[in-house]
Nanobody, 125 residues
Framework: QVELVESGGGSVQRGGSLRLSCVAS????????VGWFRQAPGKEREFVAA?????????YVDDSVKGRFTISRDNALNTVYLQMNSLKPEDTAIYYC?????????????????WGQGTQVTVSS
């Protein structure tokens, strides 16, 4: 497993932007596919985006975030990012990054073996 630490959350108004970072310690993040998930109060944790080890392939939950969110990585810095633009109140949640050495259905939380502690994103109207 790899230890993950998220940062970059905060409070913004509708239409604002945030960039989340997920930094890995203890092991090289280049060995892992990495995903971002979010969990709103009273709801299940849901998939947002994922990126392959090399960064060549990216995946998004659906059109609700594609075009607004961009996942990227810098393996030299052991970091994965989630750039979030045009934020909406419904994006409010705790955002988690997660890593897996496996390849599979990235929407499935069970695929991921390492999780960060989460960072709060709040979007007000």
């Amino acid at each position: 497993q790899v230890e993950l630490v998220e940062s970059g959350g905060g409070s913004v108004q509708r239409g604002g932007s945030l960039r989340l970072s997920c930094v890995a310690s203890t092991r090289s993040l280049s060995d892992y596919n990495v995903g971002w998930f979010r969990q709103a109060p009273g709801k299940e944790r849901e998939f947002v985006a994922a990126i392959s080890r090399s960064g060549e392939n990216t995946y998004y939950v659906d059109d609700s975030v594609k075009g607004r969110f961009t996942i990227s990585r810098d393996n030299a810095l052991n970091t994965v990012y989630l750039q979030m633009n045009s934020l909406k109140p419904e994006d409010t949640a705790i955002y988690y990054c997660a890593a897996t050495p496996l390849t599979g259905t990235f929407r499935d939380v069970r695929l991921f073996t390492s999780w960060g502690q989460g960072t709060q994103v709040t979007v007000s109207s």
